[in-house]
């Protein structure tokens, strides 16, 4: 059984693979040679007549467009919502897992292996501008700095230490979310505490591994403004607010343990954050207290978005959706006439969500009338990404 696995990755790698029983009866052939393999880093990400029709992790609009990212560096857009897409060029294979545009035009995307992109152009050409092997050298040597100037911090030795693992292990942690204030400050945000800023719309990027409230190297999922603040929401219960005196990202007191994806303005000084199975935690003061609120949602929640008209939307990785029109207080289930499995939602414009899923890019009208319930099969009025 382990060898058939192991045949059977080769194969899906692209390996030829001869069978004892095939080499047996063949001729003798002379060796073939070495494949080159191009690191998915240095390989621009193939173009697929498909690709809008694949597995869709991120999905923003951008004033009449829209923009989704995924695997393997494939990034399309479209001009008419949803009916037709296009791929986009990009410069790295790497899976791309967030995109955000803070105007029409210049935007990022952030993906594994420490990738960042940029586009000035509204998502039609991209350009790299950080990975992971660039990071890692960056992070080190801001550490050595510091550690340098303060050799008796404790703390300081430990995130210089983990620095020096992330060096060793080579740039393979994924950067998870993305949002900037305007087209020149931003953050990204990732994996094991990774976290970078620029002030310059990406040209420089400068690590704020020592800017967080993160002893235990916690992964970060999201980054989002709320309530008049910045917020990021991670691993095991970890809620961060920034700090703009101290320059700093200081813990806030959430009573939960289990993983949080998602941050989501209430408005005012309402704050939510969401994850595993179902749990939404919201705060009407900043983010000082929290209380749990019933999402009327099973199963993880993946995404959530604040509409023009300010109601909130979340949605579980089943597809199934709640929404909200009184801050996050209480939520309400929304029948669709096709339910499918999500990744994100965001306001697609005139009353419509785009969600991005497996299969591509979902536009729908929750208002329109549904067939079934969300989680079963039913005729749809939404049109998948492509189709």
């Known amino acids: ?81 949803g009916a037709s897409w296009k791929q986009a060029p990009v410069p790295v294979s790497s899976d791309l897992t967030a995109v955000y545009f803070p105007s029409d035009k210049n935007g990022w995307a952030v993906g594994h292996d420490g990738v960042v992109l940029a586009t000035t152009d509204g998502g039609e050409t991209w350009t790299k501008q950080l990975d992971g092997r660039a990071a890692n050298g960056i992070l080190l040597k801001h550490l050595e700095g510091l550690a340098r100037d303060d050799p008796a911090s404790a703390e300081l030795k430990a995130l210089l230490a983990e ?96 993983s949080l994806f998602g941050v989501v303005d209430g408005g005012g000084n309402a704050v939510l954050v969401f994850g595993l199975r179902g749990n939404v935690f919201r705060s009407d003061d900043g983010g000082k207290t929290w209380s749990k609120v019933d999402s ?28 909200s029109t009184d801050g996050g207080k209480s939520f309400n289930r929304v029948k669709l006439a096709k339910s499918i499995p999500v990744t994100a939602v965001t306001d697609a414009g005139a009353g419509k969500l785009a969600f991005a899923t497996p299969v591509g890019v979902l536009v729908v009208d929750p208002a329109a009338p549904a067939a079934a319930t969300p989680g079963t099969a039913a005729p749809a009025t939404a049109k998948p990404a492509g189709g």
Not at 1 to 10: F, Y
Not at 163 to 175: L, N, S, T, W, Y
Not at 314 to 320: E, H, L, P, S
């Open 1 to 81: 059984m382990i060898r058939r696995a192991w045949l059977l990755a080769l194969v899906a790698c692209g390996i030829p693979v001869v069978c004892a029983s095939q080499e047996s009866k063949a001729p003798a052939k002379a060796a073939a040679a070495p494949v080159a393999v191009t690191d998915v880093l240095d390989r621009p990400a193939q173009m697929s007549p498909l690709a809008a029709r694949r597995l869709m992790q991120s999905v923003a609009r951008v004033g009449n467009r829209l923009v989704a990212v995924g695997p393997r560096g494939h990034i399309v857009v479209s001009t008419d919502g």
């Open 163 to 258: 620095a020096e693992r992330f060096m060793e292990q080579g740039p393979d942690k994924p950067f998870l979310d993305v949002w900037f204030q305007d087209d020149k400050n931003g953050y990204v945000v990732g994996a094991y505490n990774l976290i970078f800023a620029t002030s310059d719309g990406g040209k420089t990027w400068e690590p704020w591994f020592d800017r967080t409230d993160n002893p235990k190297f916690l992964s970060l999922y999201s980054i989002r403004p709320a309530a008049g603040g910045l917020f990021i929401a991670g691993e095991a219960g970890l809620v961060l607010r920034f700090d703009p005196a101290a320059k700093r990202f200081r813990a806030v007191p959430v009573d939960y343990r289990g």
């Open 296 to 323: 009327q949602l099973p199963a993880t929640i993946v995404s959530g978005v604040r509409t023009e008209k300010g109601a909130l939307v979340i949605a579980d990785q089943g597809g199934r959706i709640a929404l």
